[in-house]
Structures are given as structure tokens and as C-alpha cells.
């Protein structure tokens, strides 16, 4: 009789490790760091959860984890968005996780954008909204207004960094947050003081940026660019900036403007057009901005490439002296093309 109680004993206390390990054991069975669990507002949790259970190989002991689920309450509290399920989490971290609705954020990482449908991309990328519905929301004015902006100047709230959001965030919420950071911005450093006394308003600045972005990866020359284009402004001169006429084209791989391009019709062609462009063409990083509102006070009018392809500039306050660099960077340029169609034949002939 003791010799069966403790059989039973023993095979009472196997049981309940076996339990304990199937619940609070490593439950996982995929590679990598972690899989997610999306959850949508359209059909309930539950039902989504156990499918993506069924199908994505994300723990072995499905079963055992809808077994548990309900008399933990692991349904009671969820909203959509997603959790994360790291390898080697029990079934108990993962029943956890739900029964507290623990969501992982997206991590947003936004640098240079030129277009709303780049935003639209990435918000389809990375949220629950796909990409087209961000686009009409992007595109139309009337869902902007209350950002006190249009669908030329949408990208001036965008303050290129890294954030975190919800997965389910609506691309009005993504924006208001986007908005509510680049008021953040402007509030630092005097920057709204600086703008004033350049005479322009936040998304002016923004769109000075934006061309100064697009002209140099040099953060030690933008300020002397931007002054060439402060220059150009107040002494009612066309802007005449290369980067515009790749936006008007929304060609912006090109790496030479010829003469025909510059009557391309576009309201962002600043050869054709005084002043600055409707909006922004791309939307330039903080220290860009920061270049534009702190550009020193030069006599500049006018700046071409250096010769050596070093990336820097050459600047110059008359169109003689910049006609004369002008010619030596075309000159080294036309003898880097033919060197490398030389050096593109010789590979092709026989030796």
C-alpha cells in the first residue's frame, strides 16, 4: 500500500513539473529574436491571436496555451496593436503579456523624405493603415487643415528622428504626434525668434532647408549656401536652385540639369519662379534647419562645385568670378567622363 501511495506521489510530482514546464518552460519554436502578434479592430482578439497561433510557428504547445488563456483572462483587456513574443518566453509570459495588454511600440525612424507618398509608404510599412489609405488621408487638404497645413507643406511638421508609436496608430494620430514634436522644435534655441528675423515664417525656413538639404552633405558649408539663397531672397533675385527642377521633374536621380530642363512649368521651378516653392522637396534634418536660421552674413550670390569633387563649394559675390569657377568644375567634369569612357573601352578591347 505505501509502495503504491508513493508511486502515485511520485508520478503526482512528475506531472505537475511536466505542467510547469510546459507553462513556464521556454515555449517558443522559431529563430531570431522575437515574432509579433497583430491584433486589428475588426474581428476579436481572441479569434486573431489563436489563428496567427495556428499558423506562425511561434509556440509549440498551442493547445496548452488555449487551454490556459481563458481562466487567466488573457482576453479581457486587449486592444488592437501588436505584441512582441521574444524567443525563449514561456506560454506564461506570452498569457501575461495579454491578460495586461503589454504592446510594443513601432519604432518610426523617419530621415529623408521628399514626397507624401514616401510617408504613406512607411506608415503602410510599419502600422496597421496600409499605404493608400495613408495616402488619401496625405492628400487630402481638408483632413490637413486642422495641422494648419496643405498638401504642399504636409511635410513641414515632419521633423526627420526616431519614434515610437502603437502599431494601430492612425496616420491622423501619427501626424498629430509628428506635429506636436516639430512644435517641440521650434520652441527650442530661439528658432522661432531666428525665423523672425529673417523675415520668414517656420515653413519658409523649412523649405530653405529643404533646398539647402538637397544641395550639399556638408554640414560645415550649409550655412554659407544658405546665405546664397537668403541673398537671392531679399534682393528679389530667382533662387535658381538645381534641386528644384529634380523635384518639379520628380526625377531625382538625375545628376546633371541641362538648359531645356529649366523651363520645365512647375511652381517649384525657381528658375522660372521668384521666391521660394510652395513647399518643401524634401524634408531636411534638424542641423540643416539649424544652418539655414544661423547662416552667416555674407555677400554670396552665387556657388558651384569645387573642381577636385571634394563636395565642397566655391563662392562668389559676382557672376564673373562665378562663371570662372563655374568653368573649371565643367572642364574637370567633362575629363572625369571622358576618363572613365576611356577607361570602360579598354576594359572591352582584347589584350
Known amino acids: 500500500m505505501k509502495k503504491a501511495l ?32 497583430y491584433v486589428r479592430d475588426d474581428i476579436s482578439a481572441q479569434t486573431q491571436i489563436e489563428r496567427q497561433l495556428d499558423t506562425g510557428h511561434i509556440i509549440r504547445t498551442v493547445f496548452i496555451f488555449k487551454m490556459l488563456a ?57 502600422f496597421s493603415t496600409d499605404s493608400l489609405q495613408a495616402l488619401l488621408y496625405l492628400t487630402n487638404n481638408d483632413s490637413l487643415q486642422t495641422l494648419g497645413v496643405d498638401t504642399n507643406t504636409l511635410m513641414t511638421v515632419i521633423i526627420p528622428d526616431t519614434y515610437f508609436l ?93 538648359y531645356g530642363q529649366l523651363n520645365t512649368e512647375s511652381p517649384y521651378n525657381t528658375y522660372r519662379n521668384k521666391g521660394l516653392p510652395p513647399g518643401p522637396i524634401c524634408t531636411p534634418s534638424p542641423v540643416t534647419i539649424d544652418a539655414v536660421l544661423n547662416a552667416p552674413a555674407t555677400d554670396y550670390l552665387f556657388f558651384v562645385a569645387k573642381s577636385d569633387f571634394s563636395g565642397y563649394h566655391q563662392f562668389s559675390n559676382n557672376f564673373a568670378e562665378h562663371t570662372k569657377y563655374a568653368k573649371l568644375y565643367q572642364q574637370a567634369l567633362n575629363e572625369q567622363i571622358a576618363k572613365r569612357q576611356q577607361d570602360s573601352l579598354n576594359k572591352t578591347l582584347p589584350h
Open 70 to 126: 481563458k481562466p487567466a483572462k488573457a482576453w479581457n483587456r486587449i486592444t488592437p496593436g501588436r505584441f512582441e513574443i521574444k524567443n525563449g518566453e514561456s506560454i506564461f509570459d506570452v498569457l501575461r503579456k495579454l491578460r495586461n495588454n503589454t504592446q510594443s511600440p513601432v519604432r518610426l525612424v523617419i530621415n529623408k523624405l521628399r514626397v507624401p507618398q514616401d510617408l504613406a509608404k512607411i506608415i503602410g510599412k510599419n
Open 166 to 258: 502603437n502599431w494601430n496608430t492612425s496616420t491622423r494620430k501619427i501626424l498629430l504626434r509628428l506635429k506636436d514634436e516639430e512644435d517641440k522644435f521650434w520652441s527650442k534655441n530661439d528658432r522661432i525668434q531666428k525665423a523672425q528675423a529673417l523675415n520668414l515664417t517656420r515653413q519658409q525656413v523649412y523649405t530653405l532647408a529643404s533646398i539647402v538639404e538637397e544641395e550639399t552633405n556638408k554640414n560645415d558649408e550649409k550655412g554659407n549656401i544658405a546665405s546664397v539663397y537668403i541673398n537671392r531672397l531679399n534682393g528679389g533675385m530667382p533662387l535658381a536652385a538645381d534641386p528644384t527642377i529634380k523635384f518639379a521633374l520628380k526625377n531625382f536621380a538625375l545628376k546633371r540639369i541641362y
Open 6 to 37: 508513493g508511486i502515485s506521489a511520485l508520478i503526482i510530482v512528475l506531472l505537475a513539473l511536466i505542467a510547469a514546464w510546459l507553462v513556464f518552460g521556454a515555449a517558443t519554436e522559431f529563430e531570431g529574436k522575437a515574432k509579433y502578434l
